[in-house]
């Protein structure tokens, strides 16, 4: 019980600082609420003009909030600068249903990618994996069976795959010159001056 005490004791002195803490991550979380507000059964979708009018107001009672207490004003100040920077591209997504508001389902799904690449192979760098399948790297399951790798070949067409390998060949060539050219520049500029006199010569040749 002793030691319980102790702890709440030295607690104490840090109590004002972690309610203004919360107090401000709450206005974050009311933030995301209003940019993403909750679908509800029988209600229309939320329009673009809607969305904008509620984080306006918010915004506003921020900044009311800001004059009463000073201690505050700072992040608020921060927070109302952040939306105004964004504001012309903040609500765009709202007009276009298809358009996510946010990439981080993306990147959470390649985050997720390149860790499973690690595991496999045991190397800390996936430029290679990348280079290898480009954007058709999301279609590889280690997850599949044989037998199911096996039954959705079966599923192609001959002329379409052949059609996107080619597509895909040429993408992986841009992939490899612009990773070429990234980490080199003076030696890929030199290989294209070479290849440029080759089909100088050839072509006066002829």
Known sequence: MDQLLEVVQRRRPF?????QLKRQRDWLVELDRRLDPPEQDGQP???????????????????????????????????????????PRLFACYAWPERWR??????????????????IHGRKSVHEFILRYGEWAIYIDPTESFEQVLQRFQQFDQTEFDKEQTRFRK????????????????????????????????????
């Open 102 to 119: 946010t990439n981080n389902d993306l990147e959470s799904f390649f985050g997720r990618l390149r860790t499973r690449q690690r595991q």
């Open 171 to 206: 993408a992986q060539l841009t992939l490899r010159l612009q990773y070429r050219f990234r980490h080199n520049p003076r030696r890929c500029l030199k290989e294209l001056e070479q290849q440029w006199d080759v089909a100088i010569h050839r072509k006066s040749a002829l």
């Open 15 to 19: 109590q004002a600082q972690y309610r």
């Open 45 to 87: 979708r939320p329009t673009r003009r809607d969305v904008k009018r509620h984080v306006k107001e918010f915004l506003a009672e921020l900044e009311r909030h800001a004059h009463t207490c000073p201690e505050d004003a700072e992040v608020v100040a921060h927070i109302c600068t952040t939306f105004q920077q964004r504001w």
